[in-house]
């Protein structure tokens, strides 16, 4: 399988996964579109130019051009499926089909103040980061100087608070052992070398309360992948039911207090005026 391909679906199923995400991100951030350190910029008169890459449902960008209808709000993903009816959108919003690793036309350079991207770091998007440290790849020309950029991402940690059973431990011999290699402790070093200075990050939690949603997070991704890999690719029956067990395992896993712990990234980095 192609190592950049995307190995979800984009079917309401697909949809219904990246909602729910959304919803748990909320939860951590206090339903706050915005973190602090960019709410402060905003007032009545503000009328900035926000792009959000790697859209998906469009649901945060979405929610931004609600909150804020003095802004224009454009959401960029590589494909137009999972958009909401262009009858259910903000007026102050536009959607764009286009892949967000290929360059950006010049029309695209300097004219957003604030960029919004999660990544969400697990093996099958660890393709996604590695190839977003090239300076060919990042689209930081669209971010104009002196304001702000938005981060936010996950990455799976290594050392886990909750007790490995078989299940969960199957799935982590199968993680990449380099899967970390691309962050460090200091997130901001990632977008440092394309001129930006950090103006914070913080490290949030995750509260037991929404390790249930977490953990069905997973699971939804984890049903999406072998579903499209079984379409897709095939898959023999055996090698097929030892997916289905591992995912059957990790449900009652999940269901019985198991959780695979993650660090999660609230970053913001400013572009250095040249």
């Not at 591992?246 to 040249?274: C, M, P």
């Amino acid at each position: 399988m192609d190592s950049t391909k995307y190995v979800f679906g984009r079917n309401y199923r697909a949809s219904v996964r990246l909602n729910y995400q959304h919803a748990l991100i909320a939860s951590l951030t206090d339903h706050r579109s915005f973190h602090p350190s960019i709410r402060r910029n905003i007032t009545s008169s503000t009328s900035f130019r926000v792009a959000d890459l790697a859209s998906g449902t469009a649901l945060w960008s979405s929610e931004v051009a609600r909150e804020y209808p003095q802004f224009q709000v454009d959401g960029f993903d590589i494909s137009s499926d999972q958009y909401p009816s262009p009858s259910w959108r903000p007026e102050n919003l536009i959607l764009h089909e286009r892949d967000i690793l290929q360059p950006f036309p010049e029309e695209y350079h300097g004219v957003y103040d604030i960029v919004n991207t999660l990544v969400a770091q697990t093996p099958s998007h660890i393709w996604r980061a590695k190839k977003a440290t090239s300076p060919q790849q990042v689209p930081i020309p669209m971010i104009l100087p002196n304001l702000i950029a938005k981060l936010t991402h996950t990455y799976i940690a290594t050392d886990h608070p909750y007790p490995q059973t078989m299940a969960v431990a199957n799935l982590m011999r199968k993680t990449p052992p380099d899967i970390e290699s691309w962050l460090t402790d200091n997130p901001h070093e990632i977008l440092q070398p394309f001129g930006f200075e950090q103006v914070a990050c913080d490290k949030l939690s995750l509260p037991d309360i929404y390790r249930p949603l977490w953990n069905q997070c997973l699971l939804l991704g984890l049903e999406e992948y072998c579903s499209k890999v079984e379409e897709d690719a095939g898959m023999d029956a055996g090698a097929s039911h030892a997916m289905r067990d591992t995912l059957n395992g990790l449900s009652r896993e999940f269901g019985a207090g198991t959780s695979i712990d993650v660090h999660w990234f609230y970053q913001i980095s400013r572009k250095i005026e040249s």
